[in-house]
T-cell receptor, first 114, second 111 residues
Framework: AQTVTQSQPEMSVQEAETVTLSCTYD???????LFWYKQPPSRQMILVIRQEAYKQQNATENRFSVNFQKAAKSFSLKISDSQLGDTAMYFC???????????FGAGTRLTVKP | DAEITQSPRHKITETGRQVTLACHQTWNHNNMFWYRQDLGHGLRLIHYSYGVQDTNKGEVSDGYSVSRSNTEDLPLTLESAASSQTSVYFC??????????FGQGTRLTVV
């Protein structure tokens, strides 16, 4: 079974600074996807970034980037130039290529302070 | 625009009652999922379906059932609601490639 671990239940960062959220996972699969989702108070699940395991290049989306270390099974999210609107719960998730069900970590609550 | 909608957004029910949460998607996706979200656990998979008449149990399926009679809908039924089923429920759909879309969530309270 796949497990996803987020070891930081809560984090905070000053506006305009950079923060990194950690995620590790355990799997015997070689083909899979990894995701970071943002959940603001509205409860909506918003895809932040997606990484395919066969791609060595780290995914980036504007201020969001990942550090994907396949051998170490690590998938951290870096948020640059943090904004107040980044305040939310962030979930790391894993999905095998062979099916489409996701396994989520417990989440990290990020607060951006003015 | 295609979308995925859940109803109701909020529901309070009594212990022992049968409850059905609706999920409707217009993406024409074959894959649909139900998750529950609880503090400290993230989202956990309840049931999923890969197409009409196909249903499968997820990691926390006890006390829940689903049916898939068409592509668009995957209703989730709590046969006899229990206080342990108080949670936020999310429906999702996907069509391969890892791209998954979530509904807005339903907050269910069992009293």
């Amino acid at each position: 079974a796949q497990t996803v671990t987020q070891s930081q239940p809560e984090m905070s960062v000053q506006e305009a600074e950079t923060v990194t959220l950690s995620c590790t996972y355990d799997t015997s699969e070689s083909n899979y996807y990894l995701f970071w989702y943002k959940q603001p108070p509205s409860r909506q699940m918003i895809l932040v970034i997606r990484q395919e395991a066969y791609k060595q290049q780290n995914a980036t989306e504007n201020r969001f980037s990942v550090n994907f270390q396949k051998a170490a099974k690590s998938f951290s999210l870096k948020i640059s130039d943090s904004q107040l609107g980044d305040t939310a719960m962030y979930f790391c998730a894993f999905m095998k290529h062979s099916n489409n069900d996701m396994r989520f970590g417990a989440g990290t609550r990020l607060t951006v302070k003015p | 625009d295609a979308e995925i909608t859940q109803s109701p957004r909020h529901k309070i029910t009594e212990t022992g009652r049968q409850v059905t949460l609706a999920c409707h998607q217009t993406w024409n996706h074959n894959n649909m999922f139900w998750y529950r979200q609880d503090l400290g656990h993230g989202l956990r998979l309840i049931h999923y379906s890969y197409g009409v008449q196909d249903t499968n149990k997820g990691e926390v399926s006890d006390g829940y059932s689903v049916s898939r009679s068409n592509t668009e809908d995957l209703p989730l039924t709590l046969e006899s609601a229990a206080s342990s089923q108080t949670s936020v429920y999310f429906c999702a759909s996907s069509e391969g490639s890892g791209r998954t879309f979530f509904g807005q969530g339903t907050r269910l309270t069992v009293v």
